[in-house]
């Protein structure tokens, strides 16, 4: 562990263990190495992404994070196999890929909307309210993954009735 200005960086999990191709995707590249920062700087590194890519078609966002969630998995699995340890708190992987599905729900093409959804993500990300902590249990990268899937969409379902109900009184 290295200390830099008041944070600490961590070595990657399975260093030696587990090859960079996969604690690289698994870290958010280097960002769930970032104590005390971990998955806020991950999820907040993807503000800019989000602005740039909200008005491209629809389906490339939720296919981008799929994409993310299923390479999340692999090496969230990976990792476990090769250390011991579920779910290795510098992997932040699954919080980018739970904060990109709940994103597009949202489909807001501005910082105003994604800031405040990434704070109340990493509230009840870390709140871990019922029944994250029972997903958690599933075996391998699948609890990794889906125990934060389920904050975002929360949220972002909660925000598009939302959205659609003062849509609907306006219109």
């Not at 604690?23 to 920062?37: E, I, N, Q, S």
């Amino acid at each position: 562990m290295e200390h830099v200005s008041g944070f600490y960086v961590l070595s990657p999990p399975g260093d030696g263990l587990a090859p960079p191709w996969q604690w690289l995707p698994a870290t958010w590249f280097g960002a769930g190495l970032v104590v005390p920062l971990r998955a806020g700087l991950a999820v907040f590194a993807l503000v800019p992404l989000l602005l740039a890519t909200i008005r491209l078609r629809r389906y490339l966002q939720p296919l981008l994070a799929l994409d993310i969630f299923i390479l999340g998995v692999h090496v969230s699995s990976a990792i476990e196999l090769a250390t011991g340890v579920k779910d290795d708190r510098s992997i932040v992987v699954d919080e980018v890929a739970a904060f990109l599905i709940g994103a597009s729900l949202i489909r807001q093409p501005c910082w105003t909307m994604l800031v405040p959804f990434a704070g109340l993500f990493l509230f009840f990300d870390r709140l871990k309210p019922w029944p994250m902590a029972h997903v958690e249990r599933l075996p391998s990268g699948w609890g990794v993954m889906l125990d934060d899937l389920f904050p975002a969409l929360l949220i972002g379902v909660a925000h598009a009735l939302v959205k659609h109900v003062r849509n609907r009184r306006s219109g």
